[in-house]
């Protein structure tokens, strides 16, 4: 894995993105701050949504079909639920044009490259799958942020097939919204963020709904405070989306599972078993691990505002 520091500069005459909620509006308002591009399309499933996306200035036209959508495009950003990819890679290859990139935003990338290779034929060496590492519970265009990108980390799993100044297109783009760019293999990438993205949404998920089901769920809501609005704030994030990262990411996520059900499982025995050692141990660990990575983002997030890598 590596990171670069070093912005690209470049002004995009057209792009199209494909879903303008949280992750493709807020790519594109990033984009309209930075002076980055001149037109923004937008293709989507719901009228209403694109609608409101141009209201807001997302978004300056509604594409009328894929054909006329992705003609004359520089960059196409695939920012829908990755459920969704083959079929919109599938309904962009015939139309895609020499030099236009294809790019994604899923939360899964070993699925992603799998639809590509299937469906993109000899234009797959235009798509360069890409994951930001970004977002917010709240979905839909009125959610997106001009700045939701700043100081986060976008992943390139660059394909065999990919050209350099095709990968560097997108890193440029993915810099000029302020993330900073790092390269993992697709099954780095989704070996990575089984453990630390998608296993505790579905935790997240599984508590607020054990809860819920519960005859006096009201009484228990009642009470909850800081920490199980800490704990369980990904639980707002939307369920579709979710729902096709926790299934593309099926193998990865059932490892990551077993893992914790076998620490559940010593915790239990532990408190069974009245071990106050023990169980302080485990806490003890943890408490120290996630110091160390708050040190660790605050020191990054010091020397990126400072000027550094």
Same mark, same amino acid.
């Given at each position: 894995?590596? $990171?670069e520091? +070093?912005?690209?500069?470049?002004?995009?005459?057209?792009?199209?993105?494909?879903?303008?909620?949280?992750?493709?509006?807020?790519?594109?308002?990033?984009? +309209? +701050?930075? =002076? #980055?591009? !001149?037109?923004?399309?937008?293709?989507?499933r719901?009228?209403?949504s694109?609608?409101?996306?141009?209201?807001l200035?997302?978004?300056d036209e509604i594409?009328?079909?894929?054909?006329?959508?992705?003609?004359?495009? /520089?960059?196409?950003?695939?920012?829908?639920?990755?459920?969704q990819?083959?079929?919109?890679?599938?309904?962009?290859?015939?139309h895609?044009?020499?030099?236009t990139?294809?790019?994604?935003?899923? $939360?899964?990338?070993?699925?992603?490259v799998?639809?590509?290779?299937?469906?993109?034929g000899?234009?797959?060496?235009? %798509?360069?799958?890409?994951h930001?590492?970004?977002g917010?519970?709240?979905?839909g265009p /009125?959610?997106?942020?001009?700045d939701?990108?700043?100081?986060?980390?976008?992943?390139?799993?660059?394909?065999? @097939?990919?050209?350099e100044?095709?990968?560097?297109k997108?890193?440029?783009?993915?810099?000029?919204?302020?993330?900073?760019?790092?390269?993992?293999s697709? $099954?780095e990438?989704?070996?990575?963020? #089984?453990?630390?993205?998608?296993?505790?949404?579905?935790?997240?998920y599984?508590?607020?709904? /054990?809860?819920?089901?519960?005859?006096?769920?009201?009484?228990? %809501?009642?009470?909850? #405070?800081s920490?199980f609005?800490? %704990?369980? *704030?990904?639980?707002?994030?939307?369920p579709?989306?979710?729902?096709?990262?926790?299934?593309?990411?099926?193998?990865?996520?059932?490892q990551e599972?077993?893992?914790?059900?076998?620490?559940?499982?010593?915790?239990?025995?532990?408190?069974?078993n009245?071990d106050?050692?023990?169980?302080?141990?485990?806490?003890?660990?943890a408490q *120290?691990?996630?110091?160390?990575?708050?040190?660790?983002? @605050?020191s990054?997030?010091? !020397?990126?505002k400072d =000027?550094?890598?």
């Amino acid at each position: 894995m590596g $990171s670069e520091g +070093k912005v690209t500069q470049q002004v995009f005459k057209r792009i199209v993105i494909f879903g303008v909620g949280l992750i493709g509006g807020s790519f594109a308002l990033a984009l +309209k +701050k930075a =002076g #980055a591009v !001149q037109q923004v399309i937008g293709v989507g499933r719901s009228l209403a949504s694109l609608q409101r996306a141009q209201q807001l200035g997302i978004i300056d036209e509604i594409a009328t079909s894929i054909e006329a959508a992705v003609q004359g495009a /520089d960059l196409i950003l695939i920012a829908a639920p990755v459920a969704q990819t083959a079929a919109i890679l599938s309904s962009i290859q015939p139309h895609l044009q020499a030099g236009t990139v294809v790019t994604d935003a899923g $939360s899964t990338k070993a699925d992603v490259v799998a639809a590509a290779r299937e469906v993109m034929g000899d234009k797959l060496a235009q %798509f360069v799958p890409a994951h930001p590492i970004a977002g917010r519970e709240l979905n839909g265009p /009125d959610a997106a942020l001009a700045d939701l990108y700043t100081g986060k980390k976008t992943v390139i799993t660059r394909l065999p @097939e990919n050209v350099e100044a095709d990968v560097m297109k997108v890193a440029g783009a993915w810099q000029q919204c302020g993330a900073i760019i790092h390269h993992l293999s697709p $099954s780095e990438h989704d070996a990575v963020f #089984a453990s630390v993205s998608h296993l505790p949404h579905l935790l997240a998920y599984a508590l607020v709904d /054990d809860i819920a089901r519960k005859p006096h769920a009201d009484r228990l %809501f009642q009470y909850a #405070a800081s920490g199980f609005r800490d %704990f369980t *704030r990904i639980a707002g994030s939307s369920p579709e989306m979710w729902r096709d990262i926790t299934l593309a990411n099926r193998d990865a996520m059932l490892q990551e599972l077993d893992s914790y059900t076998e620490q559940l499982a010593r915790l239990r025995w532990h408190l069974l078993n009245r071990d106050a050692p023990a169980i302080e141990s485990i806490y003890a660990n943890a408490q *120290r691990a996630r110091h160390n990575w708050i040190a660790a983002i @605050e020191s990054a997030e010091k !020397q990126n505002k400072d =000027g550094g890598d």
